[in-house]
């Protein structure tokens, strides 16, 4: 049985519409925290060009490999172990990274070592694209994110929607400047970010 999430089934062809813009000239992506492997065989697919690397905790890499496996796509390939919180990935470079959904769910330390991490492997010139929910001002842009919020610190109080200001700082001070910042359906954003 292949894992299932709703939401990327909601969220992938709009991410897709702006990753075939700022992915078009890239050639090895590295997915942080693949999840169930949806999105890596859509965006695969769609996106022929890239070679797309999956990674996940290791617990998750039989689910990811099930919808690999039916893929059959030749530039999705199967998960390394990447844990956020570890300082060593398996990776060694690449032109660009993305990632859904990570930053609010993991503590404020493992969002610091995984930006860490994704600029030891970025190449000069990569990019980071980054989606999910954010706040500006410390305010959140929509009631149905504070509510989400909510839910989050119920059941782990060390994570929650992290302030874009915040997220920026701490890309900047990895030399990644920012150089999009999309609007997206259901109140997330893609932020894309550029190793100077």
């Not at 992938?12 to 075939?20: F, G, T």
């Not at 078009?24 to 590295?30: I, M």
């Not at 909510?150 to 929607?161: F, I, P, T, Y």
């Not at 990644?176 to 997330?188: E, G, H, I, R, S």
Request: with cysteine; aromatic share 10%; proline share 5%.
């Amino acid at each position: 049985m292949k894992p299932y999430a709703e939401s990327c089934e909601q969220n992938q062809e709009p991410i897709l519409e702006v990753l075939k813009e700022i992915f078009a000239d890239r050639q090895r992506v590295l997915e942080i925290a693949s999840g169930t492997g949806q999105h890596a065989v859509y965006f695969g697919r769609a996106l022929p060009h890239l070679t797309w690397q999956t990674s996940e905790l290791a617990q998750n890499h039989a689910g990811i490999q099930a919808w690999l496996d039916d893929s059959l796509l030749p530039n999705v390939l199967p998960p390394v172990a990447i844990d956020v919180s570890a300082p060593k990935w398996p990776i060694e470079s690449v032109d660009a990274v993305f990632n859904a959904n990570t930053v609010h769910i993991v503590a404020w330390q493992e969002v610091e070592t995984m930006f860490a991490g994704i600029a030891r492997i970025l190449d000069e010139g990569g990019l980071l694209c980054l989606y999910g929910p954010f706040n500006y001002g410390g305010k959140f842009t929509s009631e149905s994110n504070a509510r989400f919020d909510a839910w989050l610190k119920s059941r782990d109080l060390n994570s929650g929607v992290r302030d874009f200001e915040t997220l920026n700082r701490l890309a900047e001070s990895h030399g990644l400047l920012l150089q999009k910042d999309v609007a997206m359906p259901a109140n997330n954003r893609i932020l894309v970010w550029q190793r100077a």
